[in-house]
């Protein structure tokens, strides 16, 4: 078979490995974009079904639920902890409990999920870009820093990247990245 049989893949998501010398916003910047790269990187080329995939039964979870709850983290810790803005949940809980979006709804689409949470991953940069990594916001009686956050979500992705990780590879037995 020569380069040119052989089937082409969509473009990859480009992931940079953070800088190994940088200073500390950089380098909490650089890995949290690796992780939020890294679960682009675990849904890309996967279909509409295949993204609804449940890992094993009796677990629900999905690569599209885990999208979706990025996204509900991303918007808690960088919109209403941060920023203190009063915004509503983008996916409303299904089972009388808040699930965080790791429930899928019919109505809304694996583009219109992977749209929003770029969207908030947009919103969160904007929020972080003028404020420095010892600014602080109101927590549960308590204060947060930035810095606090950044690593909560960096720890927050890498959890959830793993578990991608065993879907994707139960789906088409893709791993690595």
Known sequence: ??????PTRPPRVERQRPPTTADETTTL???????RDTLALKCEGLDEQQLRTASAPPSELTLLGLVQHMTEVERAWFRRTLAGE???????????QHDEGFSLLDEVSAEQAMTAWRE????????????????TAPF?????SLRWIYTHMIAEYARHDGHADLLRERIDGDTGV
């Open 86 to 96: 009063d915004v509503a949940s983008v996916y409303p809980s299904t089972g009388g």
């Open 140 to 144: 549960h009686g308590q204060e947060v």
């Open 120 to 135: 908030e991953i947009a919103v969160a940069k904007r929020n972080c870009a003028s404020r420095a990594l010892d600014s």
């Open 1 to 6: 078979m020569t380069t040119e049989d052989m």
């Open 29 to 35: 910047e650089a890995w949290l974009d690796f992780y």
